[in-house]
């Protein structure tokens, strides 16, 4: 069965508290923490992310799937450290040069998290191959990183099947997640290609009943 990971980007912050409980009781795996800089990505979340991260320290035991969207990335890994979250995602593009993504990777994990990688849509598999070992999550952008309430990009699903079909045929231990515009509607073709956790923000934030639309999810 997939896991969800719910993301609190579009959560306002006069709502916060009620989404978290509401969302701790309606059985999500993970928080989908969004962060970004104003850099790598237009938006600037970072200290929304870190008011978020501090109510949720405080009220629940639910894990934290830190999604980096940043240039300055040890800067930011060392700001959500304090947080232990679960998993912290990097993106690919962000660290050009091959011996420092992979250091990189290992400083997340020697801090007792597990590491992602992330890329974006026009980014190729055959980018990160070679370090799929290094890595224990691959977060597939479904959208164009920077905003929620984007439409999914349906050539996407191709490079998550052929993501899937290579990891299992490695016998590879990651994790494929899938991140942006994904609902009811299309969820099931988002399995389908081979995501095994799946980002979801205004599809279930927007809903009046966040248990069901999880549910539903999750439903094979
Ligand atoms: C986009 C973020 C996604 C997004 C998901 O840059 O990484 O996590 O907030 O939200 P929806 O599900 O609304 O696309
Ligand atoms: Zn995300």
Redesign the pocket.
């Known amino acids: 069965m997939v896991e969800i990971s719910t993301?609190l980007?579009?959560v306002k912050k006069d709502n916060i508290i009620k989404a978290i409980y509401n969302l701790e009781t309606a059985k999500t795996d993970y928080f989908?923490i969004?962060v970004?800089d104003g850099i790598f990505?237009e938006q600037d979340t970072t200290e929304k992310m870190i008011e978020y991260c501090d109510y949720l320290s405080n009220i629940t035991n639910i894990p934290l799937d830190v999604?980096l969207?940043v240039s300055d990335v040890k800067k930011y890994i060392d700001m959500f450290l304090p947080y232990n979250p679960n998993i912290i995602t990097i993106h690919y593009e962000a660290i050009k040069d091959k011996n420092e993504l992979l250091d990189t990777l290992d400083y997340i994990k020697l801090n007792n998290c597990k590491a992602g990688i992330s890329i974006k849509p026009d980014t190729d598999i055959t980018e990160i191959l070679e370090i799929l070992e290094n890595v224990h999550v691959v977060l597939v952008?479904t959208?164009e990183?920077?905003?929620?309430?984007?439409e999914l990009i349906q050539t996407v699903l191709n490079k998550i099947n052929n993501l899937s079909m290579y990891v299992k045929e490695k016998n590879l231990d990651v994790l494929i997640e899938a991140?942006?515009?994904?609902n009811i509607n299309n969820v099931e073709d988002v399995k389908e290609a081979g995501a095994e956790i799946i980002?979801?923000?205004?599809?279930i934030i927007n809903s009046d009943n966040y248990s069901d639309v999880i549910k539903k999810m999750k439903t094979p």
């Not at 990183?145 to 984007?150: D, H, T, V």
């Not at 991140?179 to 994904?182: A, C, E, R, S, T």
């Open positions: 993301s980007l579009s989908h969004d970004m990505v999604h969207m952008m959208v990183p920077g905003q929620g309430g984007q991140d942006g515009g994904i980002v979801s923000g205004t599809a």
